[in-house]
């Protein structure tokens, strides 16, 4: 079963790191990466770049609004993704724990729905 591992970080707690854990960090997470990409468990991953650069569409009474950002009350912030193959929910947490980025931030972890099955059953 696949599974989305969603990064997020702070950056309260990025910053407050020691001079280079933060690049540590990055070298330890790619290192990781790639360990998952040549046992066939991580599909892909992504980084995004800051929500100061994203826009929010939303289409409300027929009528569109585009908005600057994401604007959420939290300090943590969408970072990335993994996208993985895990036997369990267990199996892709597991895999999430050994991200650094769980030390300052969050890693939730969501299992991604069988769009096919999903095609059957409305029958598009």
Known sequence: ??????????????????????????????KHA???????????????????????????DGRATVTDGPFAETKEVLAGFNLVEADSLEEAVRMAREFPWARAGCIEVRPVRDAEAVRRRVGA
Do not use: N
């Open 1 to 30: 079963m696949q599974y989305l591992l969603l990064v997020y970080t702070d950056d309260t707690l990025i910053d407050a790191l020691p001079e280079g854990e933060a690049d540590d960090m990055m070298r330890t997470c790619l």
């Open 34 to 60: 790639d360990e998952l990409q040549a046992d066939g468990k991580l599909l892909g991953f992504q980084q995004l770049e800051a929500p100061s650069t994203a826009r929010s569409v939303r289409i409300r």
